[in-house]
């Protein structure tokens, strides 16, 4: 396995839900289309609210998050749901860089 990291943000997840995903070529450019999981689904609210991605500095949304973070199909990403309510989503990720094995 090929793990490159280069940011000092990396935490250990203890009680909090979280998700761990490797991107695919759809949830980057130029698609940026993402799903989560279905176990994450009991976690968070059925009607759409305003999420917030953390990861070093905040972003809105995942298109934005996508570019400022430059990620790239093979990478890894953690989400760690730090707040969720009816009317905002707030998450701090984790990246992990490289070529993961299927």
């Known amino acids: 396995m090929n793990l490159e990291i280069d940011n000092d943000e990396y935490w250990p997840l203890f009680e909090k839900s979280?998700?761990?995903?490797?991107?695919?070529?759809?949830?980057?450019?130029?698609?940026?289309?993402?799903y989560l999981?279905?176990?994450?689904?009991?976690?968070?609210p059925s009607a759409g609210v305003h999420v917030v991605l953390t990861c070093g500095r905040k972003n809105t949304g995942w298109r934005k998050f996508v570019d400022d973070n430059n990620l790239k199909e093979g990478d890894g990403l953690?989400?760690?749901?730090?707040?969720?309510?009816?009317?905002?989503?707030?998450?701090?990720?984790?990246?992990?860089?490289?070529d993961f094995p299927a």
């Not at 979280?18 to 993402?34: C, E, F, G, M, R």
């Not at 999981?37 to 968070?44: A, G, S, T, V, Y």
């Open 18 to 34: 979280y998700v761990d995903i490797i991107l695919t070529k759809s949830a980057v450019k130029p698609t940026y289309s993402l």
């Open 37 to 44: 999981p279905k176990k994450m689904n009991k976690e968070l």
């Open 78 to 98: 953690v989400f760690e749901l730090s707040e969720c309510s009816t009317s905002k989503i707030e998450s701090r990720v984790q990246i992990f860089r490289g």
